[in-house]
């Protein structure tokens, strides 16, 4: 009998998983574990110094949203550490801003803390062991992991806690030898002794604060133990037969989803590789930028926000508009669970790209989410102080008609998550490819008035759309265009090679 399946970032992040599985634990406790170790595996994609979000489903209840993201501290000081660096991801350049200036208020170990307590199984000292193995006895990055240290190594040598880290004696950690980390084995040990309470008001609470005052930071004591895990209500919609739930305002994403499948929805196409399904997809891409400009964006933080999907008038609006388009024609990481009684949890995180700065004594690397242009994109000023960040970050499930899950999924990447999950989602929901085969297919992305694609489709389509927009073509699959993991069901599971992706079946 099937155990549960999971699909992770990494080979090693979904052994952790998989181990608790074997264990007795739930999918939730899965998650759990996969999370602790995921900043061991996946270094530069996600840290317990950031946030993210966790849909869940227990069999016989309602989805639940798990929101334990960032937190936007008080602008306390002018001139704050917060600078420019450039990512080169060989056809797209992409600008951040890292420093102790860029650091909001983190969520992740209250947010597992929480999870582990409400939903959980087994104790948190099992939950904690993966992880703490790995941290103690070391492991080998992958030589994609590898890739996006040294991709990012201008942030890693920026501060002598970060150097300590990730340049062991003067030498970036690499697939090539084994990477150990003491402080974050410690540090799991006494989170599953004491809590939360360990980080948010303790004496790592303290140290953070003296740390963040002396290297111009924003983040203090008291902004941690105000910070508070949210549980909310969905997005749910109709599409094709099923139920999706998503990720709900303050963030943006899973209401983007949501409207760009309502606008696929009536496609009548035939292959997600025909003109006339790349030019629909492009264009239900255009018009909901325009929704995000005028509805979304302006109005994150208003209660009726989610209720928008349920104006006909407006859904009629951008049906028009899109239909007079097509008349002129075209650092994240994913985990996804479910176990053998039908719990189910999807789970994006992120620390942006991290900032540079270490959380003394505990190994982990603190998030630079006041620098993602694409959640800040106005500057440094442009959220008020105590609000949610939104977040692009959009953990998704569809649901049968019987209410049984039948698609759990989510992404990676920044502001293409939207683009890449709708496409794994059409490509297995309505064009019937397997789960891993709708993950492989390339993929599409536009982004203001510019549309990038990755190789395999024809270059008849390519031209076809060049006659609209500019256009950038990639030479292979490109961690640009996101990183879904997901399973099924029926215990599927299929993972990005993206971003260096694993699927285990624990029978």
Request: hydrophobic share 40%.
């Given at each position: 009998m099937t155990q549960g399946v999971i699909a992770a970032g990494d080979r090693l992040t979904a052994r952790a998983g998989a181990q608790i599985l074997e264990?007795?634990?739930?999918?939730?406790?899965?998650?759990?574990?996969?999370?602790?170790?995921?900043?061991?595996?996946?270094?530069?994609?996600?840290?317990?110094?950031?946030?993210?979000?966790?849909?869940?489903?227990?069999?016989?209840?309602?989805?639940?949203?798990?929101?334990?993201?960032?937190?936007?501290?008080?602008?306390?000081?002018?001139?704050?550490?917060?600078?420019?660096?450039?990512?080169?991801?060989?056809?797209?350049?992409?600008?951040?801003?890292?420093?102790?200036?860029?650091?909001?208020?983190?969520?992740?170990?209250?947010?597992?803390?929480?999870?582990?307590?409400?939903?959980?199984?087994?104790?948190?000292?099992?939950?904690?062991?993966?992880?703490?193995?790995?941290?103690?006895?070391?492991?080998?990055?992958?030589?994609?992991?590898?890739?996006?240290?040294?991709?990012?190594?201008?942030?890693?040598?920026?501060?002598?806690?970060?150097?300590?880290?990730?340049?062991?004696?003067?030498?970036?950690?690499?697939?090539?030898?084994?990477?150990?980390?003491?402080?974050?084995?410690?540090?799991?040990?006494?989170?599953?002794?004491?809590?939360?309470?360990?980080?948010?008001?303790?004496?790592?609470?303290?140290?953070?604060?003296?740390?963040?005052?002396?290297?111009?930071?924003?983040?203090?004591?008291?902004?941690?133990?105000?910070?508070?895990?949210?549980?909310?209500?969905?997005?749910?919609?109709?599409?094709?037969?099923?139920?999706?739930?998503?990720?709900?305002?303050?963030?943006?994403?899973g209401i983007l989803i949501a409207f760009t499948l309502k606008m696929l929805e009536g496609s009548g196409a035939e292959s997600s590789y025909s003109l006339e399904y790349v030019r629909e997809l492009i264009e239900a891409m255009a018009v909901t930028a325009e929704f995000r400009q005028t509805h979304v964006d302006p109005h994150l933080h208003d209660e009726g926000l989610r209720e928008i999907l349920e104006n006909g008038e407006l859904l009629s609006h951008y049906l028009l508009s899109l239909q007079s388009r097509l008349n002129l024609w075209g650092n994240t990481t994913h985990l996804s669970v479910i176990d053998a009684e039908g719990n189910a949890a999807s789970v994006t995180s992120t620390n942006g790209e991290g900032s540079g700065v270490v959380a003394p004594g505990t190994g982990i690397m603190m998030n630079n989410m006041l620098g993602e242009e694409d959640l800040n994109p106005h500057g440094f000023f442009r959220w008020p102080a105590g609000v949610r960040l939104p977040s692009m970050m959009a953990p998704t499930m569809a649901f049968d008609k019987q209410g049984a899950p039948a698609l759990i999924l989510g992404s990676a990447g920044s502001n293409r998550i939207r683009s890449a999950i709708v496409e794994v989602t059409e490509r297995y929901l309505c064009f019937g490819k397997s789960i891993q085969a709708a993950i492989d297919a390339p993929r599409i992305h536009f982004e203001k008035g510019e549309v990038f694609f990755e190789p395999g489709y024809d270059p008849l389509i390519l031209e076809a759309v060049r006659e609209h927009y500019p256009l950038t073509l990639f030479d292979e699959p490109s961690l640009f265009f996101g990183g879904v993991n997901a399973v099924t069901g029926d215990f599927q599971g299929g993972s990005d090679a993206r971003r260096g992706g694993a699927v285990i079946r624990v029978e």
């Open positions: 264990e007795g634990g739930n999918a939730f406790d899965a998650a759990c574990a996969a999370m602790l170790a995921a900043p061991l595996c996946e270094p530069m994609l996600t840290s317990l110094g950031g946030g993210g979000f966790m849909l869940t489903h227990r069999s016989g209840e309602d989805p639940r949203l798990y929101d334990f993201f960032v937190d936007v501290p008080p602008q306390r000081v002018e001139e704050p550490d917060f600078f420019p660096i450039y990512v080169d991801f060989g056809t797209a350049v992409q600008e951040f801003h890292i420093g102790a200036g860029a650091t909001a208020v983190p969520g992740m170990i209250a947010g597992i803390d929480r999870i582990h307590r409400e939903l959980g199984r087994l104790p948190m000292e099992r939950i904690v062991a993966p992880a703490v193995t790995y941290a103690r006895e070391g492991i080998r990055l992958t030589s994609l992991q590898a890739s996006f240290v040294k991709l990012l190594e201008p942030i890693l040598c920026s501060t002598e806690g970060s150097r300590t880290l990730f340049v062991p004696e003067g030498e970036l950690l690499d697939a090539s030898r084994p990477v150990t980390n003491s402080d974050y084995a410690d540090f799991l040990e006494a989170f599953a002794r004491e809590g939360a309470d360990l980080f948010y008001r303790g004496e790592i609470a303290e140290r953070l604060d003296r740390l963040y005052r002396e290297h111009g930071g924003l983040l203090r004591r008291e902004d941690l133990e105000n910070y508070r895990v949210e549980v909310r209500k969905p997005v749910e919609f109709d599409y094709r037969g099923y139920r999706i739930a998503t990720n709900p305002p303050p963030s943006a994403g």
